[in-house]
């Protein structure tokens, strides 16, 4: 009894240890603004903003005669050779030095393929050999540029006026190539851009680039322009998010930044990509609910600071949440998805924004800026961070700071896990509790694997699946086999490892994978991690181990509004897109991006519901047998 007595007073404790750690790390990643730092240049040999940006109207002109020409040249979007041919004809009219670059729009299928086109341009420096360079990156035929006031200039006209100033003006102090590249809009700009990169980085043997194809130069870093037409604009949005989180190198942004500031833009001006609109309504919902829940508890200055926070902590969530889904937020994605440094500008509208508005020449006075100081780089961007995270403009949280959060919210599950395994003395016990998670864990990878060969299997007998309907079969087969799992391998087990008391430490095994899998991928995305932290700390730590009815049946409950088919119905209504659609879209964007929700989903929050329902009803099964 003594003993009983001292176990339920250490499992309390550790509870309330857990509880505190966990509340502690969720708070402090909601008070950025008292821990985030002041953001600088790391590298000495950018200097941004030292030299004077002769970017003028005159070169802005020629931007907007470029866009009007564009609209009123009556070839339609869908016919791309035409399209790059105009805009080929357009850049060696200005004395450009440009070339056509032709790819299939699905190599997959032969028959159904198209050819599409990119159009690109380079200046080269004329005292280097060509070894390193700056691309500019903008796309045509967008819906955009159709209705553009007349006096306004898209991304395509700035971008072939940028390439004109610089092959004019840039001579004196140019050390490397400057490249534009302008991909279709219509045929996915996204997968053109990522054809020509392959090219131009010599992956694509059969498609070599003309002008290029002996000077393959290190890309120190790359500016995709997504300009929307106007005649003032009171901003910029930087997007800097790539595939699965990847950013690009700090001092990019901070480069970035610092010529914005030397143009007369304030550092409110410049802000990172919104929070997802279909995020917005859910963030404030919980914010407005947690500070009337702490209304009569708290002083009446913390009150306010939660029903108003700061901006930072807006900024913050809206950055993560961006990278937590693992889905390019720009075209800049492309260029990360192979290690170069990008980012994607966009330029906001004044209206109702800010009084402050600025003339859209500045623009190209920025980009020139940037370029400048790219130019001025002796080798790689290496200096700053390539893990942080920004809750604005001016202030970062670096990978030394913003980990120590995490460490505190699964801190207390993990000191379970190794007391208990210390403690652990059973060792038949553990035999059956290993066996059982085991299984588990093998069901989970094989559901993950699962799509791979259903898809190869189509493809030879002929049905040619789509990814909706390999999909479809993939949730069946999963639910079927989770069935004949529970049904027939289960208590085999059962009967083949007795347990040697009931069910005490098998929540300390059902948690180890998952706590590995967050811990280990914190690197790949921490965002994502933290979000999936959030869900399975209070998971773990409130499901399992029943001891009477009503706890299991309260336990039971939670495990139900959290099971993988309730979270995959919210995000559905979240996102208004049918179960069946999410999980395609889940199951594409990992195989594009290599995004963390799927391998999640499979590999481990499927089989640590299965365990924890397991644990629910372990007691109840182990007294009937």
């Known amino acids: 009894m003594a003993t009983n007595a001292s176990r339920r007073r250490k499992a309390l404790f550790l509870d309330a240890l857990s509880f ?49 020409q564009w609209i009123v040249r009556g070839i339609p979007p869908s016919d791309s050779y035409s399209n790059a041919k105009f805009l080929l004809e357009k850049m060696e009219s200005l004395g450009l030095e ?25 200046v080269r420096a004329p005292k280097s050999s060509g070894t390193e360079s700056i691309v500019i990156a903008a796309t045509f035929n967008r819906e955009e540029d159709a209705n553009a006031p007349i006096g306004t200039s898209s991304s395509l006209g700035l971008a072939i006026a940028l390439q004109k100033y610089f092959q004019k003006n840039a001579q004196k102090w140019m050390a490397k190539d400057i490249v534009i590249v302008l991909a279709d809009e219509h045929s996915g700009s996204e997968y053109g851009l990522k054809k020509w990169l392959e090219s131009y980085l010599g992956l694509n043997e059969g498609n070599q680039l003309k002008g290029l194809s002996s000077r393959h130069g290190l890309i120190q870093a790359a500016i995709v322009l997504d300009i929307i037409p106007s005649n003032h604009i009171s901003g910029f949005y930087v997007s800097l998010v790539g595939a699965n989180g990847h950013l690009p190198n700090l001092d990019l942004f901070n480069t970035f930044n610092q010529v914005c500031n030397q143009e007369g833009y304030y550092d409110e001006e410049l802000e990172l990509t919104e929070m997802p609109k ?17 209304k009569d508890f708290v002083p009446p200055q913390i009150f306010e600071s939660i029903r108003n926070p700061p901006s930072e902590v807006f900024g913050l969530f809206g950055f993560m949440m961006n990278q937590a889904v693992g889905v390019p937020t720009g075209n800049h994605g492309v260029f990360n998805m192979y290690h170069l440094d990008a980012m994607t500008i966009r330029n906001r509208d004044p209206k109702g924004v800010w009084n402050r508005k600025h003339p859209v020449v500045s623009i190209g006075k920025v980009v020139e800026g940037t370029v ?3 130019n001025n780089l002796l080798e790689k961007l290496h200096q700053s961070f390539y893990y942080y995270l920004l809750p604005s403009s001016s202030r970062y949280l670096a990978i030394g700071d913003y980990m120590i959060p995490l460490g505190l919210m699964l801190a207390g599950t993990a000191l379970k896990i190794v007391l208990i395994l210390i403690s652990l003395n059973h060792d038949r016990h553990a035999a059956h509790s290993i066996a059982l998670v085991s299984v588990y864990q093998l069901l989970g990878m094989f559901i993950f694997l699962l799509p ?51 069910g005490r430490n098998f929540g300390t095994f059902l948690r180890i994978p998952v706590i590995i899998f967050l811990a280990a991928s914190s690197l790949l995305n921490y965002s994502f991690v933290f979000f999936a932290s959030l869900v399975v700390v209070p998971l773990c730590a409130t499901v399992g181990g029943a001891n009477n009815k009503v706890t299991r049946l309260i336990q039971f409950s939670i495990l139900m509004v959290a099971s993988p088919i309730s979270l995959v119905l919210l995000f559905s209504s979240i996102t208004s897109l049918d179960p069946i659609e999410l999980l395609t879209r889940i199951f594409v964007q990992f195989k594009q991006y ?32």
């Not at 970017?55 to 470029?66: G, H, V």
């Not at 279909?278 to 702490?294: I, P, S, T, V, W």
């Not at 929050?605 to 182990?622: C, D, G, R």
Request: with cysteine.
């Open 20 to 68: 505190l750690l966990f509340i502690a790390g969720v708070v402090a990643m909601c008070c950025p603004n008292f821990w985030a730092r002041r953001t600088y240049v790391s590298e000495n040999a950018l200097l941004p903003g030292s030299a004077e940006h002769k970017f003028n109207s005159q070169d802005y002109y020629l931007a907007t005669q470029i866009t009007h």
């Open 98 to 122: 440009s070339y056509l670059h032709s790819y299939s729009k699905d190599s997959t299928n032969s028959i159904n393929s198209t050819e599409s086109y990119n159009v690109y341009s380079v």
């Open 278 to 294: 279909e995020m917005k309504g859910y963030f404030e919902d919980a914010k407005n609910g947690l500070a009337n829940l702490l």
């Open 372 to 374: 400048r100081s790219l």
């Open 452 to 502: 791979f060969p259903l898809e190869n299997l189509s493809n030879r007998l002929g049905f040619d699946f789509d990814d909706r309907q390999t999909i479809s079969i993939w949730l069946a087969s999963s639910l079927l086999l989770v069935l004949l799992t529970k049904l027939l391998v289960v208590p085999q087990i059962r009967r083949a490892i007795p347990r040697a008391e009931p």
């Open 594 to 625: 290599s995004n963390l929700t799927f391998p999640f989903l499979c590999l481990a929050y499927i089989p640590l519901t299965l365990t924890l329902a397991e644990s629910v009803f372990m007691n109840k099964t182990n007294k009937k047998h």
